[in-house]
């Protein structure tokens, strides 16, 4: 066979096997080397729901795909140009993602009678899933390990787990990735406790280079070569990470000792693993018994003078409804971080939805506001935590940051910025020995004034109940009504202070399309597309929800219709058309724990033209 090295813009790899396999790792890997060697990359991490699923089924199936560039890279990719499958049920879950020209690398020894049959599967299981034409690499992926590592000392349990780096070293093979990276990740993983697990690791790795190197039955390598990005230090990031990160700088910048009270819970925990991470800068972290402590414990940490943080998705939202009300009604500076993931109740918590908005807009009794932002992309979570503290602060509000399982999971490489080039932020402090009034507010902002503990002549209460400007109990039927409406006027002054919508294209046309949150990626890299083929259609995106950005009004009355695409069943379209009856309005939505398709957005956008 004739070998040929081709050169690409971007391929799409998805790694897939039983939660044991350790797919997420290689996938991991492989994207981390990716970013080393310069190329733009997104990440889709895809687990299983289930906690232990059967060994060998569909629902046990544990999925890593990466998308890698030598252009900008905004979505982990539709379909795949090679899938890696180390079981038949892996095999099964994942055949839909095939392109008509993908490579599909087997491990030919989980595919005997009762691993087909765990996987629903009969005789033939290539012909049953229709994948005959694509380049189908059968190998014995796990014979090869063990004969790998034969003389290396170690128990058949411990060489089954490396197969992983088998199969690592034949993607690095097929994508001419440098190994390096993979030695030097093995060095400090293993350093310090399992020295001895060094040199298999590596020997597998190259076991399964030279194996894909020397078949002949791998009819094409590719090259991606770097992306030309700006200059400085890249890392790659996840979501989580970056959320954790932005908030650490938002406690640098404004001075504040940073606090985070939290239960885990998936998507969400790696937030509060990251910042426990970080003593060292001043961070505080509480594992608390439940939700409701989580937040409570962040209420009583605010009115202490921190900066106060507070993390969880769907189910525990629903359960910190009562005590968001109370940070409301008390004004006090907190951040809840609402990492979504599929409803109702447990759903399916692995999986990314977008169907949290009504909850964060709605969800609490009494009129009872609160400023609603949503992170867009990964690495984006960073700017978009530092803005929902700063905003919070400052203007002394509880701030909801919604971020989704997709962006939490997923990473991509973020160029590490300079803190010099961040701005302040300035707590809105009480002034010690002055006249103090616990609800006298800022004539422009209506911000009131914060005093913590141990300020002298500043004592007050604060708490559930209605009061007056001067901390007062209160019944009083104007004074509840006069503070309702100065709490809704403070958050809708937000507004003055976030940036405007921007829109990418034509400013007025006959469509633009409209998304928020983690969508971003799909939605341009679909608008980006419809262009390519000369129809012109606009795109704008929201990162601020509640207030929504002053000029939203013009930028929508310039545009005969408006398609909203979200991952849900219509939240903010319907929020839209509360606010701006006046215009026309479609709708795209998908509620399939699953991020969109860009071949379904420019469907969905040539049918709307």
């Keep these: 066979m004739q070998h040929k090295v081709i050169d690409t813009k971007d391929v799409v790899i998805r790694f897939a096997g039983d939660s044991g396999d350790g797919m997420q790792l290689t996938g991991s890997l492989f994207a981390d080397m990716s970013a080393v060697f310069g190329n733009e990359l997104s990440t889709f991490p895809d687990y299983p729901a289930e906690i232990r699923a059967p060994h060998g089924t569909v629902s046990g199936v544990s999925g890593f795909q990466v ?12 379909f795949c140009d090679m899938l890696v499958a180390m079981n038949p049920a892996a095999l099964k879950a994942n055949a839909k993602w095939l392109k008509r020209t993908a490579m599909v690398i087997i491990d030919s020894d989980t595919f005997d ?9 009969r005789n033939d299981p290539i012909a049953e899933l229709y994948i005959e034409d694509r380049t189908i690499i059968v190998a014995p992926i796990t014979t090869l390990t063990e004969e790998s590592l034969k003389d290396s000392g170690l128990d058949r349990k411990t060489v089954a787990k490396c197969k992983n780096m088998f199969t690592l070293g034949m993607a690095c093979y097929i994508y001419n990735r440098p ?12 350093g310090k406790k399992k020295p001895e697990m060094i040199e298999p690791n590596k020997k597998v790795l190259k076991d399964g280079f030279n194996y894909a190197a020397n078949i002949q ?5 590719y090259n991606i070569e770097p992306a030309h990005q700006p200059k400085g230090l890249y890392r790659n990031i996840t979501g989580n990470q970056a959320t954790a990160w932005g908030l650490l700088a938002a406690s640098e910048k404004s001075g504040l000792p940073l606090f985070c009270g939290s239960y885990p819970i998936t998507p969400a925990t790696g937030i509060l693993e990251e910042l426990a991470i970080h003593k060292n800068l001043g961070a505080k972290t509480m594992q608390a018994e439940d939700e409701i402590a989580g937040i409570c414990t962040s209420i009583g940490a605010a009115f202490a003078g921190n900066l106060a943080v507070t993390t969880t998705s769907g189910p525990g939202l629903s359960l910190k409804s009562e005590a968001m009300g109370l940070a409301v009604m008390t004004e006090l500076p907190l951040v809840i971080v609402d990492v979504q993931r599929a409803g109702p109740s447990t759903g399916i918590p692995t999986k990314t939805e977008q169907t949290d908005l009504n ?4 969800g609490r009794n009494g009129e009872c506001p609160m400023v609603v932002m949503a992170a867009h992309s990964p690495a984006g979570c960073f700017d978009a935590a530092f803005n929902a503290a700063k905003i919070a602060v400052e203007h002394m509000t509880p701030v909801l940051l919604l971020t989704e399982g997709f962006l939490g999971n997923g990473s991509e490489p973020w160029l590490i910025p300079s803190m010099k080039d961040y701005p302040k932020i300035i707590p809105p402090f009480a002034l010690p020995n002055r006249p103090y009034k616990p609800f006298e507010r800022d004539a422009e902002t209506l911000v009131r004034r914060w005093a913590v503990p141990g300020m002298a002549g500043c004592e007050h209460r604060v708490g559930g109940l209605e009061k007056n400007h001067d901390g007062v109990l209160s019944s009083d039927p104007l004074n509840h009504a006069l503070m309702v409406k100065e709490r809704a006027e403070k958050v809708q002054k937000v507004a003055d202070y976030i940036p405007e919508l921007e829109v990418n294209g034509q400013k007025k046309g006959r469509l633009l399309v ?7 990626g799909h939605l341009l890299s679909a608008v980006q597309d419809v262009r ?9 995106h929201f990162d601020y929800i509640m207030p929504l950005p002053r000029n939203t009004e013009e930028v929508l009355s310039n545009f005969d219709r408006i398609l909203v695409c979200e991952l849900n069943n219509g ?23 699953q991020p969109f398709l860009v071949q379904e957005i420019v469907a969905a956008i040539k049918e709307n033209l």
């Design 67 to 78: 998308h890698i560039g030598s252009e900008h890279i905004t979505t982990p990719g539709d």
């Design 514 to 520: 409209v998304g928020w949150g983690g969508t971003y």
């Design 179 to 190: 190994m390096e990276y993979i030695f030097h990740y093995l060095e400090k993983k293993f």
């Design 571 to 593: 939240h903010f379209v319907n929020y839209l058309r509360g606010i701006y009856p006046q215009f026309q309005y479609s709708q795209y939505n998908k509620v399939q724990g």
């Design 359 to 362: 909850q964060a807009l709605y």
């Design 532 to 540: 390519a083929e000369g129809i012109e259609v606009s795109f704008a």
């Design 113 to 121: 009678e009762e691993g087909l049959r765990k996987a629903g599967l």
């Design 217 to 221: 039955a791998i009819p094409n390598t």
